[in-house]
């Protein structure tokens, strides 16, 4: 099957996030272990105040323990959300920069998917030729595919131009060339371990 493609910024940035939503961590598990940080946190903190308390001469009011509780883990909760955001905001503006600046990326792209081999072309002079043993997966979301290499990068394959009969045969061929697989939230993933 031979394909031709211009990846736009847009399909980019969608194999970019395919890429890191395979590998990531699920949101709850995220969630989890941010609330368990802040968990840990806020028990060390009980446990200094208390310290102090009992170390203290004179008795400390009541009312203030919660409040240093509070006013002490509030600074490093507010930084962990603060730092979480920022990651993901830059990830995505790193992205956007990456296809930007690299010419190789708004070239048009020729690939030719057969149940033996993978060979890709562009007009800017890439070309690439390989089994599918250097394949670890794939995963296919709304008018992009990638293939994901054992190595950790991926090549995209822009969909956007092909029918559903086509795409039928691209599966069909990706699952023959890949065949473990698992499905996944938002596309196929298939893996070979």
Same mark, same amino acid.
């Not at 507010?78 to 990326?105: C, K, T």
């Not at 990068?153 to 969909?159: Q, V």
């Given at each position: 099957m031979e394909l031709s493609f211009k990846v736009s910024e847009a399909q980019y940035l969608r194999a970019w996030r395919l890429r890191n939503k395979s590998r990531s961590m699920p949101r709850a598990k995220l969630i989890g272990l941010c609330a368990f940080i802040v968990a840990i946190v806020v028990g060390v903190t009980i446990g200094v105040v208390y310290f102090w308390q009992r170390l203290a001469p004179a008795p400390v009011k009541p009312g203030l323990s919660g409040i240093a509780i509070v006013g002490n883990? %509030? =600074?490093? +909760?507010?930084?962990? /959300?603060?730092?979480?955001?920022? #990651? #993901? #905001?830059? /990830?995505? *503006?790193?992205?956007?920069?990456? @296809?930007?600046?690299? =010419?190789? *990326?708004? #070239?048009?792209? $020729?690939?030719? %998917? $057969?149940?033996e081999s993978v060979s890709f072309q562009s007009t800017a002079g890439v070309s690439l030729e390989s089994g599918w043993n250097i394949y670890e997966s794939w995963r296919e979301g709304k008018d992009v595919a990638i293939l +994901?290499? $054992?190595s950790g $990068? @991926?090549? +995209?394959? /822009?969909?956007s131009g092909i029918n559903e009969e086509q795409r039928a045969e691209l599966r069909n061929i990706l699952n023959m060339a890949l065949p473990e697989k698992s499905a996944s939230e938002n596309g196929l993933l298939v893996s070979r371990s």
């Open positions: 883990s %509030l =600074p490093l +909760i507010v930084l962990i /959300g603060s730092w979480v955001s920022l #990651a #993901a #905001a830059f /990830g995505e *503006m790193n992205a956007r920069r990456q @296809y930007r600046h690299d =010419p190789s *990326m708004q #070239a048009e792209f $020729t690939a030719n %998917l $057969t149940q +994901i290499l $054992t $990068t @991926y090549l +995209i394959l /822009g969909l």
